[in-house]
């Protein structure tokens, strides 16, 4: 919407409103438009990239960390899930994800994503997941599969990727991983 100068407008009930007070700003051309972003629209969205380029440069693909590592990538673990044979299970919610990290001796050994609402992972997602989890010089080759299940090996043979039919959880896992029973 466009007025033809900034000032006092009298609307409903006869108040007064002062167009720069409401968010609306001069587009140069000496007319008034409220649909230019507000100050804290783009506080928010400053804020939101800043975050995103940090989640891309500090990535995913904890695999590899120690505890400490994990906690600085993915902030303090939400749940502690318990332990199983040699595995410790936290859970972490970080970049739009829910992270299951399971720790084989203080080391991140395997890290499951899902959305936080586990509806199934988009393809968007997943590729985001893996790019991420990807090591700079390293890439992830698909594998083969008789199944509906998906699965990737990274280029550097250190993680394989699995991402079941029920396309809720990619696991990123160390090769060398078993899961306990």
């Given at each position: 919407?466009?007025?033809?100068?900034?000032?006092?407008?009298?609307?409903?009930?006869?108040?007064?409103?002062?167009?720069?007070?409401?968010?609306?700003?001069?587009?140069?051309?000496?007319?008034?438009?409220?649909?230019?972003?507000?100050?804290?629209?783009?506080?928010?969205?400053?804020?939101?990239?800043?975050?995103?380029?940090?989640?891309?440069?500090?990535?995913?693909?904890?695999?590899?960390?120690?505890?400490?590592?994990?906690?600085?990538r993915y902030g303090k673990p939400g749940k502690d899930m318990?332990?199983?044979?040699?595995?410790?299970?936290?859970?972490?919610?970080?970049?739009?994800?829910?992270?299951?990290?399971?720790?084989?001796?203080?080391?991140?050994?395997?890290?499951?994503?899902?959305?936080?609402?586990?509806?199934?992972?988009?393809?968007?997602?997943?590729?985001?997941?893996?790019?991420?989890?990807?090591?700079?010089?390293?890439?992830?080759?698909?594998?083969?599969?008789?199944?509906?299940?998906?699965?990737?090996?990274?280029?550097?043979?250190?993680?394989?990727?699995?991402?079941?039919?029920?396309?809720?959880f990619l696991y990123v896992q160390d090769v060398n991983f078993?899961?306990?029973?």
């Amino acid at each position: 919407m466009l007025r033809r100068a900034m000032g006092n407008y009298k609307v409903a009930n006869g108040v007064d409103v002062d167009l720069a007070e409401a968010g609306c700003a001069n587009n140069g051309f000496g007319q008034v438009s409220d649909t230019i972003p507000t100050k804290k629209k783009m506080k928010a969205l400053m804020i939101t990239s800043l975050l995103w380029l940090a989640l891309v440069a500090t990535g995913f693909g904890g695999i590899g960390e120690d505890e400490k590592q994990i906690e600085a990538r993915y902030g303090k673990p939400g749940k502690d899930m318990g332990t199983h044979g040699d595995v410790h299970e936290f859970g972490y919610l970080s970049g739009g994800f829910m992270i299951l990290v399971d720790f084989v001796n203080g080391i991140s050994q395997r890290e499951g994503f899902a959305n936080p609402d586990t509806s199934p992972l988009s393809p968007e997602s997943v590729e985001q997941i893996l790019r991420m989890s990807a090591p700079e010089g390293t890439s992830w080759h698909s594998i083969a599969s008789t199944s509906d299940d998906r699965s990737w090996q990274r280029s550097d043979d250190k993680a394989v990727a699995f991402f079941p039919a029920v396309r809720k959880f990619l696991y990123v896992q160390d090769v060398n991983f078993v899961q306990p029973k």
